[in-house]
């Protein structure tokens, strides 16, 4: 009886990091796509445009955050 065994890696642990990478890396692509495709899509427009849409969309999300907050804790 060996006290001290070697543990083997298993394939799964020796592909874990290929893995991870090809993962990060699609999303990433993903990422690069959307914020080009998103770019496109408000090059032509002026600062107050952007302006306004910021406001909407933080007070779109924000407040549907905070409901989702509120109803977990009442």
């Known amino acids: 009886m060996r006290l001290f065994k070697k543990k083997r890696e298993s394939m799964v642990n020796l592909q874990s990091p290929y ?4 993962i990060a890396q699609s999303i990433l692509t993903t990422q690069r796509r959307i914020a080009a495709y998103l770019e496109r899509k408000t090059r ?3 600062k107050p445009s952007k302006l306004i849409a910021l406001i909407f ?3 779109a999300f924000g407040g549907f955050s905070l409901y989702l907050l509120l109803k977990a804790i009442l």
């Open 19 to 22: 893995i991870a990478d090809k």
């Open 44 to 46: 032509y427009w002026n």
């Open 57 to 59: 969309f933080g007070a």
